[in-house]
């Protein structure tokens, strides 16, 4: 629960209205986004949130795809998912056996964020922070901020950590700063999800600052309360950018 104290369990979930519908995955596997999703997005109002990952042995994609669907389930909003470039050599990734990517999920180009309504970035945690890979990306997002391109943009954070003291929410604090220096809105899911974020009868990731998986050695696989907070908080920024946002045609 945290030093403070001053939390204690709410005795039902949050209360939000989330009608079901049925998620559309994104076809193709280009970089950036075609004429007919920029189109989609200017003309029909539906709005979408880029679900924005660097996921080494899967576990941080296995919450990407759970957030989507929570994100998918929202009337008129759309979840994309999109991979981070690599920044390691091949032959290291051989030796550290990462298995390889598929091009299923398209690799994100720095331009293609000014068309999201919406932006959740997962990451796993290099020593309390987040993987080289991820900040690499934000690095090269300096034209963006130089105009401030992505300010007033809804965001949030989902994480993979090796341990219970691994970061789970020290990778999210110290990821706020990339947000604040181009102005975009943190949104945590803050204790929304109810009394499964105070169980203490099993083992789980995730925080008030955003849904989170423990990897151990890298063969433990998700849990259940874990991929079903991940598909709350994709639930939560879907209502979240639907109540505050309009289409995002006046940054296009």
């Not at 001053?6 to 970089?31: H, L, R, T, Y």
């Not at 994100?108 to 290099?126: C, E």
């Amino acid at each position: 629960m945290g030093k403070g104290g001053g939390c204690f369990p709410s005795k039902k979930k949050f209360a939000i209205d989330m009608p079901e519908q049925d998620p559309s995955n994104p076809d193709g596997v280009s970089s950036n986004l075609d004429q007919n999703q920029l189109t989609s997005t200017s003309t029909t109002g539906q709005l979408k949130i880029f679900i924005i990952f660097y996921s080494m042995y899967g576990h941080v994609e296995i919450l990407a795809r759970k957030m989507k669907k929570g994100v998918d389930s929202i009337d008129g909003v759309e979840g994309v998912l999109y991979r981070v470039p690599e920044t390691l050599p091949a032959e290291v990734l051989e030796q550290m056996k990462v298995p390889q990517k598929g091009i299923e999920v398209p690799v994100i180009a720095v331009d293609d964020l000014v068309h999201a309504d919406g932006l959740l970035f997962g990451f796993p945690t290099r020593f309390g922070s987040m993987a080289s890979q991820m900040k690499a990306f934000f690095d090269s997002t300096f034209h963006l901020w130089e105009q401030q391109r992505l300010a007033g943009v809804p965001a949030g954070f989902f994480v993979s950590t090796g341990t219970q003291g691994g970061g789970q929410e020290t990778t999210a604090w110290t990821a706020i700063t990339q947000l604040a220096h181009h102005g975009m809105v943190y949104v945590p899911i803050g204790y929304t999800f109810g009394t499964e974020m105070f169980g203490m009868d099993s083992l789980r990731g995730g925080s008030p600052y955003g849904a989170g998986v423990f990897s151990g050695d890298g063969t433990r696989k998700p849990t259940e309360t874990e991929l079903a907070l991940a598909e709350h908080q994709g639930k939560y920024m879907a209502a979240i950018v639907k109540k505050f946002s309009h289409p995002n045609d006046s940054r296009n």
